[in-house]
Nanobody, 115 residues
């Protein structure tokens, strides 16, 4: 079992920055991939960025060049640095971890970007 707790969301003006954190606990040694997903009001949850255990990253096109995902393995924490935020980045951001073929989710943290 893996438990995930997100933090760092909030209200920010367009063009601003936020840094999200996701702390993992439990069976963290076998986590293969961690990532961030977001869900805007009335929309389905979608991929933002992922990072594998060997550091390979993947981003949805809309955030490339603005968001950076990183991972601190000793701290079992994954970060999402979000710069040049836009109103369309607004949503609830969820942390995800894949371990042993199972997918785990945090409760989410709200990001609101005012235009």
């Amino acid at each position: 079992q893996v438990q995930l707790v997100e933090s760092g969301g909030g209200l920010v003006q367009a063009g601003g920055s936020l840094r999200l954190s996701c702390a993992a606990s439990g069976s963290t040694f076998y986590i293969q991939t961690m990532g961030w997903y977001r869900q805007a009001p009335g929309k389905q949850r979608g991929l933002v960025a992922t990072i594998t255990s060997d550091g390979r990253t993947n981003y949805v096109d809309s955030v490339k060049g603005r968001f950076t995902i990183s991972r601190d393995r000793p701290k079992n924490t994954v970060y999402l640095q979000m710069d040049s935020l836009k109103a369309e980045d607004t949503g609830n951001y969820y942390c995800n971890a894949v371990e042993g073929g199972r997918s785990y989710w945090g409760r989410g943290t709200q990001v609101t970007v005012s235009s």
